[in-house]
């Protein structure tokens, strides 16, 4: 459970990351409007680029989404496990008790 959470607070980290590069993806996003609404003489170079671009942006966030579901359910996993050694823990030293008793 320990080394999931340790994995989610870096995954954090990228998170944050990705979100400072989408303000960057924005901004080269308008320029490439901007070129593209001029008549820019690479019109065509700038929009293969631009279509480039989004299409990695939208996979690597997709992979990013998928990867921190993929964290959440390790953890709940986890947490399952220990809940249920814990109470398993505790039924065995009923069980043992009550056979003491008798």
């Given at each position: 459970l320990a080394e999931c959470?340790?994995?989610?607070?870096?995954?954090?980290?990228?998170?944050?990351?990705l979100a400072s590069a989408g303000e960057r993806i924005a901004a080269v996003r308008r320029t490439q409007e901007e070129l593209?609404?001029?008549?820019?003489?690479?019109g065509v170079s700038i929009k293969a680029k631009g279509t480039d671009?989004?299409?990695?942006?939208?996979?690597?966030?997709?992979?990013?989404?998928?990867?921190?579901?993929?964290?959440?359910?390790a953890i709940q996993v986890h947490k399952f496990d220990q809940d249920a050694d814990e109470?398993?823990?505790?039924?065995?030293?009923?069980?043992?008790?009550?056979?003491?008793?008798?």
């Open positions: 959470q340790k994995l989610v607070t870096e995954f954090d980290q990228v998170v944050r990351e593209l609404r001029s008549g820019h003489p690479f671009l989004q299409h990695l942006w939208s996979r690597v966030n997709e992979v990013a989404n998928e990867r921190q579901q993929a964290l959440q359910g109470t398993l823990g505790w039924l065995e030293e009923k069980e043992a008790h009550q056979v003491a008793l008798e």
